[in-house]
């Protein structure tokens, strides 16, 4: 990868594919499904993300799972695109998609929590480890009924799962992406060792 300041002919490509990613993932889909569907702002209910946890919080199973589905696909799109250039831009696009969702231009950077966003980059960027990790998830999710601590278990397992797969560059970038899923999940993590973590289609 170049040098942030080196000939700008050359890295500008670069560049646009973290903003490019950045914009893609900015975009607030599951503020804009409950608008459309007439559910209001979704960020003054529950945990107030835009996320499909939240969404689901409306009592909208199929709103929450188009959130999700289209949250992932932000970000899968986003490393597609950018491997039309060369893996290094597909980890630039996939990493500024995620941060995109979690700190979203539009909404005064006050985003989701990452974790659809999350599994979408890592589906593509190594499709083994996102499997894994979408997989651990479920497992976490089914058992427990938390989706922050089968977030924060899956995300955690991320970086582990790229290394044991021999793939240092996503195993960066999923270290990075997990340390902005717990960052952002801080609220969570205290409400789950005090008990008051609501579970899985709590209304609160």
Not at 31 to 54: E, K, P
Not at 152 to 158: I, N
Request: overall charge positive.
């Amino acid at each position: 990868m170049p040098t942030p300041l080196g000939d700008f002919s050359y890295i500008w490509p670069y560049w646009a594919a973290a903003a490019f990613g950045y914009l893609l993932g900015s975009i607030p889909f599951g503020l804009v499904l409950t608008r459309l569907a007439g559910l209001g702002d979704v960020r003054n209910i529950g945990s107030g993300s835009i996320g499909a946890t939240n969404v689901l919080r409306t009592g909208n199973k199929g709103l929450a799972a188009l959130t999700l589905v289209l949250d992932g696909g932000k970000g899968a799109a986003a490393v597609l695109l950018g491997a039309m250039y060369g893996p290094d831009t597909a980890v630039l696009a996939g990493g500024g998609a995620f941060i995109g969702h979690l700190f979203p231009i539009w909404l005064k950077f006050k985003g989701g929590k990452g974790m659809a966003t999350f599994i979408g980059v890592m589906l593509v960027a190594n499709w083994p480890a996102g499997l894994l990790c979408c997989l651990t998830w479920l497992a976490v999710a089914a058992l427990f009924r938390f989706s922050s601590l089968a977030s924060l278990t899956a995300a955690l397992a991320g970086p582990g799962y790229a290394y044991w797969l021999g793939n240092w560059q996503i195993m960066e970038l999923a270290a990075f992406m997990t340390v902005l899923v717990f960052l952002r999940h801080h609220q969570n993590i205290r409400r789950l060792v005090t008990g008051a973590e609501p579970k899985i289609g709590a209304k609160k």
